[in-house]
C-alpha cells in the first residue's frame, strides 16, 4: 500500500484526530468480517490469528510487534502510508467519538494457552542444546510446565497457582529466533517455578526460566538436589523505578512470599548487566529489613545459561550433542 505521493504537510489536529480510534473499535465498524472474539475482552483478525487485541492495545505475536491505535494497525500491519492511512481515518471519523471509559471489572484473567503440539522433541533439542539437563526438561514436560505449541512450535513456561491450575505462560521461540513473549490472560502472580518437595526457608530468584532450569542443571552436576529448593523466575526483567523507594517489589516474589511466610532467605541470581544489577540493588533495599538477601550472580557470562554453558564447556550457538551424554 505505500505510494510514491510527494510530501504532504498534515494538521496536527488531524493527525491527533486520527490517533484516537483504537483497532477494536475500527474493526467492529468498518472490517467486521474481520473480527473474531476470542475470549472474555480479548479479539483477533480472521486474516492473522496471532494478532491478538486486549485492552485497548493490539499486538502481532508471530511478527513481534504491536501497537495501540487503528492508525498503528494500518501502518504497520496494512502497510499504509502514514499520511494515507490519517486521511483515511480522519475521512471515515467524522462522526465518531471514542466510547466513554468504562471503569474495568476485577474479573479474573483467562489463561490462553496455545494447543499442545503431539509431542515435544522440538523444546526438547532446544533446551537440550541450552545445556539443560535432560530428566529435568523431562520432569517438567511430565508434569505440564513444559510443553511445544502447534503452531511455530514454541516452547512454553508454564506458572501454576498453588492448586496446580496453570495462571501464567510465556512463549520463547525454539528457532533461532528472538521472539518471547507472554500468553494472553496471563497472571504474573504465578510465574513459572520448581518448588521444593518439602518445605525449605529459602527461595531462589532469577529473571527468567532458561535460568533457573540452567541453575536446576548446574546443582545436578555438582551432586546437590535440585528439589530441595524452591526456584522462581520472575517472567521477565523486574523494572525499578528511579527512585529506589518508589519501587515495587515483583508481584511473583510478593504472591510466593505470603504463601510461604516461613521464608528467611532469598538469593538472588540476576543477570550480570547493568539492568541486572541494578534490579539487584533494588531488592536487596526493599527486602532486606525483613529477610536474608544473598547476592549471587553468574560466576561467567551475562546469566546462568552462559555460565552453565561454560561449566559444560559448551559453545554458543550449540552444535548437536548425544542425549545420551550423563551430566
Known amino acids: ?43 483477533c483478525t480472521k486474516e492473522h490469528d496471532s494478532l491478538k487485541i486486549s485492552n485497548g492495545k493490539w499486538y502481532w505475536w508471530s511478527r513481534g510487534f504491536g501497537g495501540v491505535s487503528a492508525l498503528d494497525y494500518l501502518i504497520k500491519v496494512r502497510e499504509y502510508s502514514f499520511v494515507e492511512a490519517v486521511e483515511m481515518l480522519t475521512g471515515i471519523t467524522a462522526d465518531w467519538k471514542p466510547p466513554p471509559v468504562s471503569v474495568p471489572k476485577d474479573e479474573p484473567k483467562v489463561l490462553l494457552l496455545p494447543p499442545k503440539n503431539r509431542d515435544c522433541n522440538r523444546v526438547t533439542d532446544y ?40 495462571k501464567y505462560a510465556a512463549y520463547r521461540s525454539t528457532i533461532g529466533s528472538s521472539f518471547k513473549g507472554d500468553a494472553s490472560g496471563s497472571d504474573k502472580r504465578y510465574s513459572f517455578r520448581l518448588l521444593a518437595r518439602e518445605p525449605t526457608n529459602t527461595v531462589h530468584l532469577f529473571e527468567a526460566a532458561i535460568d533457573l532450569l540452567s541453575y536446576a542443571t548446574y546443582l545436578k552436576c ?8 524452591n526456584l522462581l523466575s520472575l ?33 538472588l541470581h540476576l543477570d550480570n548487566d547493568k539492568t541486572g544489577r541494578i534490579c539487584t540493588a533494588t531488592l536487596k533495599e526493599l527486602l532486606q529489613k ?38
Do not use: W
Open 235 to 267: 517472567s521477565g526483567v523486574y523494572q525499578p523505578k528511579k527512585e529506589i523507594k518508589d519501587s515495587k517489589i515483583p508481584i511473583a516474589l510478593t504472591t510466593f512470599l505470603n504463601a510461604n511466610p516461613h521464608i528467611k532467605t532469598i538469593i
Open 127 to 166: 533446551l537440550f542444546g541450552r545445556g539443560i539437563d535432560l530428566s529435568i526438561i523431562q520432569d517438567c514436560i511430565a508434569d505440564g510446565t513444559i510443553f511445544e505449541s502447534v503452531k511455530y512450535h514454541n516452547a512454553v513456561f508454564v506458572g501454576k497457582d498453588e492448586s496446580g491450575t496453570p
Open 1 to 43: 500500500m505505500r505510494s510514491n505521493r510527494p510530501y504532504v504537510k498534515l494538521d496536527p489536529a488531524v493527525i491527533e484526530q486520527a490517533r484516537q480510534m483504537d483497532l477494536l473499535s475500527y474493526l467492529q465498524r468498518y472490517e467486521p468480517s474481520n473480527l473474531k472474539r476470542v475470549a472474555g475482552n480479548v479479539y
Open 222 to 229: 555438582e551432586g546437590k538436589d535440585y528439589k530441595s529448593e
Open 290 to 327: 525483613d529477610y536474608q538477601i544473598v547476592d549471587d550472580p553468574p560466576p561467567v557470562g551475562k546469566d546462568f545459561n552462559d555460565f552453565l554453558l561454560s561449566y559444560l564447556g559448551i559453545a554458543r550457538p550449540t552444535v548437536s550433542r548425544e542425549r545420551s551424554d550423563a551430566r
